[in-house]
């Protein structure tokens, strides 16, 4: 399971976490199992619609983070795989909302659920999916009922507060890093913490993890600004600078609009000027040369510069973690994988 989505050369290559390649892979395929009787119904159009973005794939990152974390106490017991596959299934709750908010034609390789069910049945099954995922962790008793809360709190603001923008007093920059932290961030801190709560690893642990999940968080989405930029959409899969075309700035366009240089405001000036001639209905493609001139632009290279340093801070906080056979495995391959976001756009 864990070779199947990619996941074992990348994170499981250092010898210390060799050994917990089958562990993981046990534990995702029990995961994959209960996501499987979650999201079952009767209901026809519910069990498509439900099962549609699961079965388009995934990689199952915050189960797979869940687990790892578990190894730090009782391992992947019951309680942890019901927990990683609650927060899974918020995950995939998002994906259905994210679609519809951003206008997006396609997730996972297929059709988004919207352009298939319209934005209706497409915000009713993530509302649905979100209310699985709560009856989920509500067997588990309190704990987990907060740490579903206040990651679902999080989430909707952070998408709350991308959707407003900047308000007057707000630093650009700054606002952008958090909304990155609660829409990304939290889920998989959620994700690291779940396994050492449920595993009932040392309460020790559990900031350690809280804070290299969103750290590791918010430099996945700064790699992902960098991605989107990428002249090559058979690698990305979407088009270079879907989301500046669809008028949602990125770290890129940020670093360049805070510059104070003539050629910076000029090349801002001609991104502002197109976003708004393709939301009056112009072709898409009259971005393509000032997207490729920011591209290739030093604010570019300072977003791949700062998710850098997110993913060394993501890194360093692991450091109260466990030695010896068992711990230092999960912080080489934890360490691996935060690692391996960098690698993505390298």
């Known amino acids: ?36 009787e979650e999201l079952r119904s009767t209901d026809a159009l519910v069990d498509a619609t439900s099962r549609y973005l699961y079965e388009a794939g995934g990689k199952r990152v915050r189960p797979m983070l869940a687990l790892l974390a578990a190894q730090l106490g009782d391992g992947a017991v019951a309680d942890v795989v019901d927990a990683a596959s609650a927060l899974e299934l918020t995950h995939l709750g998002s994906l259905y909302h994210d679609d519809v908010m951003d206008g997006a034609d396609r997730r996972r390789g297929v059709a988004s659920a919207h352009q298939v069910w319209g934005n209706s049945i497409a915000i009713l099954t993530g509302d649905l999916l979100f209310s699985r995922a709560s009856q989920v962790m509500a067997r588990l008793g309190d704990r987990a009922m907060a740490l579903q809360a206040d990651t679902f709190e999080r989430l909707v603001l952070g998408q709350m507060h991308e959707t407003l923008g900047v308000q007057a007093g707000d630093d650009p920059i700054e606002f952008y890093i958090q909304v990155l932290a609660d829409k990304t961030g939290s889920l998989i801190a959620a994700s690291v913490q779940a396994g050492a709560i449920f595993s009932n690893a040392d309460e020790r642990y559990r900031e350690p993890l809280r804070v290299y999940g969103e750290k590791v968080g918010v430099a996945f989405q700064l790699l992902d600004d960098v991605i989107d930029l990428s002249a090559d959409p058979a690698e990305t899969g979407k088009v270079p600078g879907t989301d500046l075309r669809a008028g949602v700035p990125t770290m890129p366009y940020l670093l360049l609009a805070a ?84 690698d993505r756009s390298s």
């Open 1 to 36: 399971m864990a070779s199947r989505f990619g996941l074992s050369e990348r994170v499981f290559a250092g010898p210390g976490s060799k050994r917990l390649i089958a562990t993981i892979e046990e534990g995702l395929e029990s995961v994959e199992a209960r996501l499987g």
């Open 259 to 342: 510059e104070d240089t003539d050629e910076a405001r000029a090349l801002t000036a001609r991104i502002d000027d197109g976003v708004e001639r393709i939301g009056e209905g112009e072709d898409p493609a009259i971005l393509d040369a000032p997207l490729a001139a920011l591209r290739d632009h030093p604010a570019t290279a300072r977003t791949r510069e700062l998710a850098l340093t997110w993913t060394r801070e993501a890194i360093d906080a692991l450091a109260p973690l466990p030695h010896g056979p068992l711990g230092g495995g999960v912080r080489e391959a934890l360490t691996r994988f935060a690692e391996s976001l960098v």
